[in-house]
């Protein structure tokens, strides 16, 4: 039975609003106002029709709140006293979280958020945190739209002047190449690596050479955020690239996000985070060496894929053939279930970088 709920139109911006206006709106009937200043725009709302809008934190001047209130309009208010807004319209970016950085890392939003998470227990913050996440959902479902996502999943821990960090920029940059954009977990080591690869995969290859040697004199973010966030913005000035996505959580804010990703959707709870982020990758998974983190993540996307419709089954892709036998021996795991399944024919298991691209161009080709 088709749907036949009317169709909601999301008002992200003064310029939209404007828009609709000029082109002869009179009522915000379905209308999804999210996080606007509006208190010059009084005059306007309250020439429309307010029946059946709805406000998400909207700023607005008392009279025409009042007024959108008695004309049927469902305003949701602001959440004072949060370092976050629970009803943004889109996602953040690098430059976003590290803002005042140069005053240390503590002074930034991304650290001013995790010390707020941590912090309290009140059912008002807990509620402006659901909000936010909500928030992101919504933001990121619009990011991912357009495009095909492929997931690069691995350890935290790889250092930027690693050979295992060199790898997965390749790896990021070959995925981009073929018109994938990469989305990663958003944190430190092989996933920045990846973005970092992504970022730079519309030049030339001479570009990462340089980029990882610029990275690798700030190997870690330990001790200092700030050193190793500075490393990354300065390569982001110098090589604007190619968009990919970081998905990472306040719930391990211990670990900064990476300022390698162009568009980050950053959650409070890291459950519907490693949800999200599997479940957008719809061109597949490639997991490189990795500890607990990353073997949580193959069996959850392998649980998925597990119990998918045929036409749903995303690839997997493991890489590093004694690390994934030997070392963390998922993949003997990974082969049981997969077997007698649609699914068997789309989990690989390689040695080398430089062959994922083609095995995950060869099954988007598969039926």
Same mark, same amino acid.
């Given at each position: ?7 909601? /139109? ?11 206006? &000029? ?52 305003? $949701?208010?602001?959440?004072? /006293? ?14 976003? =979280? ?28 807990? =509620? ?16 991912? %739209? ?36 990469? &989305? ?22 001479? %570009? ?5 040697? +610029?990275?690798? %004199? ?9 050193? *190793? ?9 110098? *090589? ?9 959580? *306040? ?8 300022? +390698? ?15 999200? =982020? =599997? ?7 490639? $997991? ?10 193959? $069996? ?27 070392? +963390? ?39």
């Amino acid at each position: 039975m088709p749907d036949r709920r009317p169709a909601t /139109h999301e008002v992200e911006s003064l310029e939209e609003l404007d828009r609709l206006v &000029a082109a002869g709106a009179t009522s915000m009937r379905h209308w999804r106002l999210q996080s606007l200043d509006l208190r010059e725009r009084g005059d306007v709302l309250r020439r429309l029709d307010a029946r059946g809008a709805l406000l998400l934190g909207c700023r607005l001047d008392p009279d025409t709140e009042e007024h959108l209130r008695r004309h049927g309009a469902l305003l $949701f208010p602001r959440v004072p /006293h949060v370092p976050v807004d629970p009803y943004r319209a889109g996602l953040y970016s690098p430059e976003e =979280l590290y803002a005042g950085l140069a005053d240390g890392y503590d002074a930034t939003p991304d650290a001013r958020a995790y010390a707020w998470s941590r912090g309290s227990t009140d059912l008002a913050d807990q =509620l402006a945190q659901a909000l936010h996440d909500h928030a992101i959902d919504d933001a990121l479902t619009e990011f991912a %739209a357009p495009r095909r996502l492929v997931g690069v999943m691995g350890g935290h821990a790889v250092e930027r002047d690693a050979d295992e960090y060199a790898a997965a920029a390749r790896l990021g940059r070959d995925l981009a190449r073929t018109g994938l954009t990469v &989305a990663t977990g958003g944190g430190p080591g092989a996933m920045e690596a990846a973005n970092l690869g992504a970022a730079l995969a519309p030049h030339d290859d001479g %570009a990462l050479d340089e980029a990882l040697s +610029m990275l690798a %004199a700030v190997p870690t973010y330990r001790p200092s955020v700030r050193a *190793w966030a500075e490393a990354a913005l300065a390569v982001r000035a110098r *090589w604007q690239g190619g968009d990919s996505l970081g998905v990472p959580t *306040w719930f391990y804010g211990h670990e900064p996000p990476n300022a +390698m990703a162009t568009h980050v959707a950053k959650y409070f709870k890291n459950a519907i985070r490693e949800d999200v =982020l =599997l479940h957008l990758c719809d061109a597949g998974v490639v $997991f490189l060496p990795g500890r607990a983190g990353t073997v949580q993540e193959v $069996f959850q996307d392998a649980c998925e894929n597990y119990y998918a419709d045929d036409a749903d089954v995303a690839p997997m892709v493991l890489v590093g053939v004694e690390h994934w036998t030997t070392e +963390m021996p998922a993949w003997p795991l990974l082969e049981t279930l997969a077997r007698d399944r649609t699914m068997a024919g789309k989990v690989h298991l390689v040695d080398d970088v430089a062959e994922v691209a083609g095995l995950l161009a060869t099954d988007a080709l598969s039926p």
